[in-house]
């Protein structure tokens, strides 16, 4: 089992920024990829921003230019800095974590709002 803890979130203005952490422990070997989703109200969970061991970051085109993913492997910490914030940015962040051959495991969820 892996266990993810996320913090970071909160309410800011529109134009401002966030940075969310999330902290795997646990059975953390053979973790692939490490990154966030996102479920704003009302809507089905969406990509926001994924990164892989030794890879290119992947992103939502709604976030480029504004959020940047990062990981810290040997500590098994992802982040997720969120500039430019906009109210469509507004949802519950997951963590998300792959490892090879598991389903993935997910976090308890962060609120991210954004008042206009």
């Known amino acids: 089992q892996v266990q993810l803890v996320e913090s970071g979130g909160g309410l800011v203005q529109a134009g401002g920024s966030l940075r969310l952490s999330c902290a795997a422990s646990g059975s953390t070997f053979s973790m692939d990829a490490m990154g966030w989703y996102r479920q704003p109200p009302g809507k089905q969970r969406e990509l926001v921003a994924t990164i892989r061991s030794g890879g290119s970051p992947n992103y939502a085109d709604s976030v480029k230019g504004r959020f940047t993913i990062s990981r810290d492997g040997a500590k098994n910490v992802v982040f997720l800095q969120m500039n430019s914030l906009k109210a469509e940015d507004t949802a519950v962040y997951y963590c998300?974590?792959?490892?090879?051959?598991?389903?993935?495991?997910w976090g308890q969820g962060t609120q991210v709002t954004v008042s206009s």
């Open positions: 998300y974590v792959r490892r090879i051959g598991y389903s993935p495991y």
